[in-house]
């Protein structure tokens, strides 16, 4: 069973902090890995992708991948309340190109 | 913004019926994909398609379940007998390629199903 495993949260930070959020995954083969946010009763909305070791910026967002640990983190700066929302760490296995496996999810509350 | 639709965006139905879930998906994209989320479970990938047919489908996705593209547009997911455990949101999502590791799905907004 190939799992991608998150902190349920929920992750409280105040308004303007760093929210860092973690996700660690199982198949070692894995090759593109992706952060969703969703609010409550919404569907996955696209913040990042990674697919190479190292950092990837994107404004306040920044995503860190570690093939070699098998961990994939994604770092929010300047956190605003509108950032409030559960985010969902997904992984493309190998040998599947399309069954993208999401973890559970952190819940982040960013605090006014 | 190009985006993919869903129709209805809630759907109440008995034990034992039918229902169809409608998914519009981004007009030029070639694969597509359900996903469901049982409220406070995890998103998890049910089926996605290409060349109107199945490419990959999980286990949960089983005889009771089934995906047509019956237009150019459209691709519905029936669920033929509705189980109390169907309960849950449906997404469809899509994407232009796959077979690279670049590529991106994007979701539709859901179709919430609720089997009493």
């Known amino acids: 069973q190939k799992e991608v495993e998150q902190n349920s949260g929920p992750l409280s930070v105040p308004e303007g902090a760093i929210a860092s959020l973690n996700c660690t995954y199982s198949?070692?083969?894995?090759?593109?890995f992706f952060w969703y946010r969703q609010y409550s009763g919404k569907s996955p909305e696209l913040i990042m992708s990674i697919y190479s070791n190292g950092d990837k910026e994107d404004g306040r967002f920044t995503a860190q991948l570690n093939k070699a640990s098998q961990y994939v983190s994604l770092l929010i700066r300047d956190s605003q309340p509108s950032d409030s929302a559960t985010y969902l760490c997904?992984?493309?296995?190998?040998?599947?190109?399309?069954?993208?496996?999401f973890g559970t999810g952190t819940k982040l509350q960013v605090i006014p | 913004e190009p985006e993919v639709t869903q129709t209805p965006s809630h759907q109440v139905t008995q034990m034992g019926q039918e229902v169809i879930l409608r998914c519009v998906p981004i007009s030029n994209h070639l694969y597509f994909y359900w996903y469901r989320q049982i409220l406070g479970q995890k998103v998890e990938f049910l089926v996605s398609?290409?060349?109107?047919?199945?490419?990959?489908k999980s286990e949960i996705f089983d005889d009771q379940f089934s995906v047509e593209r019956p237009d150019g547009s459209n691709f519905t997911l029936k669920i033929r007998s509705t189980k109390l455990e169907d309960s849950a949101m449906y997404f469809c999502?899509?994407?232009?390629?796959?077979?690279?590791?670049?590529?991106?799905?994007?979701f539709g907004p859901g179709t919430r199903l609720l089997v009493l």
């Open positions: 997904a992984v493309l296995p190998s040998g599947g190109y399309q069954k993208v496996t």
């Open positions: 198949d070692r083969g894995s090759q593109s």
């Open positions: 999502a899509s994407s232009e390629i796959t077979g690279v590791p670049q590529e991106t799905q994007y």
């Open positions: 398609f290409y060349n109107n047919e199945i490419s990959e």
